[in-house]
Every structure is written in C-alpha cells, then in structure tokens.
C-alpha cells in the first residue's frame, strides 16, 4: 500500500513546483523515483516491475473548470473539465468511469464463490463480467480517433510513429505487469497488451473511411474465426491461453475500429440521428453476432460464446453491446448535462486505476475477507476494496495528475 501511497503523494510536489494561482496549466513530465520497498519476497517481483516502466509515464497537470458548453466539428458536446492537451468529453469519461467499476466489481468480486455467475469469466458462455474488456477496448478506439482528428486539425500529419510507440509502450507494460518470463508468453494477452496490438493493428486504417475500417474490421473477424475452428488453435487457446491468445489480436482490432466508427456517430449533425445510429449498430451487431451463433445446418455448426476463445459471435454481441451502453451517458451527460462524479473520477484516470486495482489484488487479494465468505461479507470487502481504489483516484484528481502514456 505504501507505494501507492508514495505515488499520490506527488501531487504536492508537483503542484508546488509546476503550477501557481496565476500561470495557466502547462504539460510537464515527471518521472517517480525508484526507492527501496520492504515486501514479501512472493510481492516483489510486481512493485518491481510495476517500478520500472514509470519513467515510460507522463503525469499531466490539469484544472478543473465550470460547466461549459463546446463545439467540435458538427457536434455540440457538454463538458465539465479542461486539460491542457485538449477538451475532455463528459460521456466518454463517464462511459470509461462505468468500465473501470465494472471491472473492479468483477475482477474483486469473481473471486468470490458465493457469488453469481454472472460476474465471473466463463471458457463457453457469456457474462456480464465478459462485456467489460470488450467495453475497455471500444472506448480506446473512440479516444483514439479523437485525439488524431485534433492533433490533425492542429497541423500534425506525421501522427502514426508517435501512436505506434505509444502502443508498444502499453504493450511492453503489459507484458511486465503480466509476468515478462519467456515461458509465461501464452498467458500475457490481458487488456494492456490486447489494447496495444489492436491499436497497432488499427493505425494503418484510422484514417480511412468509415466503410474501410468497417470492412477492415469485419475481414478480421471473418480470419480469425477461420484461424480459429479450421485451423487447430481451438484446443490451444482454450487450454493455454486466455483472450483469443496471440491470434486474439484480430477481434481485439476489430472493437478497437468499432469503437472509432463509434466517433463517427458522435460526429453526426443531428444529435438525434447520432443516438439513432448508435442504437441500430448496436442492435445489429447483437442480431449477427446471434446469428453467427447457431448453427447452420450442414453449412456451419454452432460457434459457441467464449472471451477466452475470442469467437466471432462473442466479438459481435460484445461490440454491439457496447454501443447501447453508451447511449445512456450520452443522453444523460451530452444532452442532459447531468454529471455522476464518481463514474468522472474514475473515468479521468483509466490507466493509473488499472494498475492501482491490479496491484491491490496481486498483493492483498481479497483484502480481509477469505474467498469461502458469505454473500454479506464479500460484499463488505468490496466496498471496503471499491473506496480505496476510488480514493486513489480522487487523490489524483485533487492533486491534478493524470498518468498517461
């Protein structure tokens, strides 16, 4: 815990070196120090590695404004904070904010036998727990897409080597945080490392036409879903690999543009067209990912749901499903201009909060609940779990730090 500690108590020194009442907010870096940490000898290895990659981070200093309306292209979007590399969007911090609880509800709360099905992972069928990543990639499309069109309208052309180191870097994090031992490689396709391959996987197209990154999309899919029953890696991943393994990058890749076709939507002139889309690509997504699912006669046989197997039918429903969940925060934070300010914290710092919960889990599990408890003390332990991990984010936020790649 200290070392979690230690790193939201930068934020003083920061705001007393870079920031005063007068100057305006300005980008800086900042690089925390490595110092000596008393763990176990089993808990060393993750502070170390988590450690490592810091200086590879950047911590930038932003304010907190009033609400305000703002203009960007044709679409008349509500936001309630500022920050120095641009506008923040209030749905798609609260969308993120919804996915960070999520996961920390499943990642803590799977972990618990009395629990219901429904937040725990399955090889062969589809929770709630299996809609989160899906979700986390979709919004780091949407955010993507965002940021090129700006840095374009800025005047920056040359914008796919700085985003393809930028990827790699998440994906050298990933694999450190994952366990870097050459032996355990099958089992490094967790989020940070899925997101990076299916970024690097999507630059090639982000500036294309939405019906390209549409068929670029759908032609991974249809690879890897081929790749996947006719080829032998069915067993493989299935016994020794998690997320679709090294091969899962293509349905990861095909979120990932879902999620810049997302943008697109935002894009639309009419705010009620714009949810009108979202809504029917949602919808049509769930319909052929349902289709896809059963059989076919003698034509094709069932293609069953699994995350673990990335099947084509589960990337469908996925994608789908992430679309009609945004259209609540769209309505409520874009239209309505209503804020949930715990869903905005977390939204505001996606990354630290991964790690931050990841490291809370690796090395105090389910804090001081035991795994057999009952339904009434697991929950105890998460709320307990939630507020710490929620804590951290508000510290960041009061102290103006956002941790980014």
């Not at 996961?103 to 803590?108: C, D, G, H, T």
């Not at 500036?207 to 890897?224: D, G, I, K």
């Not at 999620?259 to 319909?287: E, I, P, Q």
């Amino acid at each position: 815990m200290s070392d979690i500690l230690l790193f939201c108590r930068i934020g003083e020194s920061v705001l007393a070196d870079s920031v005063s009442s007068t100057d305006p907010p300005r980008k800086k870096q900042y690089i925390l120090p490595v110092r000596p940490v008393q763990y176990k000898a089993e808990k060393l290895r993750l502070v170390l590695q988590i450690y490592f990659f810091f200086p590879f981070f950047k911590i930038y200093n932003y304010r907190i404004y009033k609400p305000f309306s703002i203009k960007y292209g044709c679409l008349s979007m509500h936001t309630t904070f500022s920050s120095p590399d641009g506008q923040r969007i209030a749905s798609i911090d609260h969308f993120r904010g919804y996915v960070i609880f999520g996961m920390i509800l499943v990642n803590y709360l799977g972990l618990f036998h009395c629990m219901p099905e429904l937040l725990k992972h399955h090889d062969r069928s589809m929770s709630y727990a299996d809609t989160i990543a899906p979700a986390f990639v979709f919004i780091s499309g949407m955010s993507c897409l965002m940021t090129v069109q700006k840095k374009m309208k800025a005047g920056r052309k040359w914008l796919i080597p700085a985003l393809a180191k930028r990827f790699t870097i998440l994906i050298l994090i990933g694999i450190v945080l994952y366990n870097p031992s050459p032996r355990n490689w099958n089992w490094w396709w967790d989020a940070l490392v899925d997101i990076g391959f299916a970024g690097l996987l999507s630059l090639l197209f982000l500036r294309c036409r939405q019906s390209v990154r549409c068929l670029a999309a759908c032609a991974f899919l249809l690879t890897y879903q081929i790749f996947f029953s006719r080829c032998g890696y069915e067993p493989w991943v299935m016994s020794r690999s998690i997320n679709g393994g090294p091969a899962g990058i293509l349905p990861w890749g095909s979120l990932f543009l879902l999620g810049t076709l997302a943008w697109d939507l935002m894009n639309t002139r009419s705010f009620r067209k714009s949810m009108m889309l979202f809504l029917v690509w949602g919808l049509g997504l769930c319909l052929t990912g349902c289709i896809f699912y059963f059989s076919w006669g003698d034509t094709k046989e069932l293609w069953y749901l699994s995350q673990r197997g990335m099947t084509l039918p589960y990337t469908l429903i996925s994608g789908g499903l992430c679309f009609l969940t945004f259209l609540p925060f769209r309505l409520l934070n874009d239209y309505g201009e209503k804020e949930i300010r715990p869903l905005r914290t977390f939204g505001i710092n996606p990354l630290a909060l991964y790690m931050i919960q990841y490291a809370l889990l690796e090395l105090y599990g389910t804090l001081f609940v035991s795994e057999n408890a009952g339904i009434l003390p697991a929950l105890s332990g998460f709320a307990a779990f939630a507020l710490v991990c929620y804590a951290a984010a508000e510290k960041l936020r009061k102290d103006n730090l956002i941790l980014r790649i």
